[in-house]
């Protein structure tokens, strides 16, 4: 079992720089692909960035490919996503999860609560 709690969402204007932080509980945490998603108003859940369980693999959305950075740090048990250069189309609900190596959503076992961000044009 994990358990994940974001932070570190907020306000932040055009071309503006973000962190944001996922504690993870749990024995298991570096056992485990993490990723990151969001959910903006009205559209489906989206892939952001993932990371391998030692940490040594990422791939990212294309959308996000340059901007946005992913590491993790398994002795504090906590993933980070470094997000420059924002875009006010990057506003929405971000989440961490934890599950295999993959894209889709479906198949990520454990979920944060979520942290908003939102980018102001």
């Known amino acids: 079992q994990v358990q994940l709690v974001e932070s570190g969402g907020g306000l932040v204007q055009a071309g503006g720089s973000l962190r944001l932080s996922c504690a993870a509980s749990?024995?298991?945490?570096?056992?485990?692909?993490m990723g990151w998603f969001r959910q903006a108003p009205g559209k489906e859940r989206e892939f952001v960035a993932a990371?391998?369980?030692?940490?040594?693999?990422?791939h990212y959305a294309d959308s996000v490919k340059g901007r946005f950075t992913i590491s993790r740090d398994n002795a504090k048990t906590t993933v980070y996503l470094q997000m420059n250069n924002l875009k006010p189309e990057d506003t929405a609900v971000y989440y961490c999860?934890?599950?295999?190596?993959?894209?889709?959503?479906?198949?990520?076992?454990?979920w944060g609560q979520g942290t908003q961000v939102t980018v102001s044009s």
């Open positions: 749990g024995r298991t945490f570096s056992s485990y692909v």
């Open positions: 990371i391998s369980a030692r940490g040594s693999n990422t």
């Open positions: 999860a934890a599950g295999p190596w993959t894209t889709r959503a479906e198949q990520y076992a454990y």
